[in-house]
């Protein structure tokens, strides 16, 4: 869900925001793949997905999260960037 809230949260920023949300079992995997419309290619200017939310301390914690799971559970967390669009893909075993 913290995937979902900060796509739909940058692509409200973007005139003609897009969001996508694909869930898929490929094999023994299950695939999360979220994409959302950017104004800038955030893998470039914002590498380490700090929040520009005024509370630094309260929010900015949700991508660590979900990479700290990713590796308890030996998944594979892929992020790919454009200059109007990032995509996070998360592959988990389904079993």
Do not use: W
């Not at 979902?4 to 898929?24: F, H, K, P, W, Y």
């Not at 630094?56 to 454009?82: F, M, P, T």
Request: hydrophobic fraction near 35%.
């Amino acid at each position: 869900s913290n995937l979902c809230s900060n796509a739909i949260e940058a692509a409200r920023q973007v005139t003609d925001g897009r969001v996508r949300l694909r869930i898929m079992r490929k094999k023994a995997y299950l695939k999360i793949e979220i994409e959302n419309s950017t104004k800038e290619n955030v893998l470039e200017t914002n590498p380490e997905f700090l929040t520009s939310k005024p509370n630094r301390e309260a929010h900015g914690l949700g991508l660590r999260i979900i990479e700290n799971v990713v590796e308890k559970y030996d998944g594979i967390l892929d992020r790919q960037s454009s200059d109007a669009s990032l995509k996070v893909s998360v592959l988990l075993m389904a079993e």
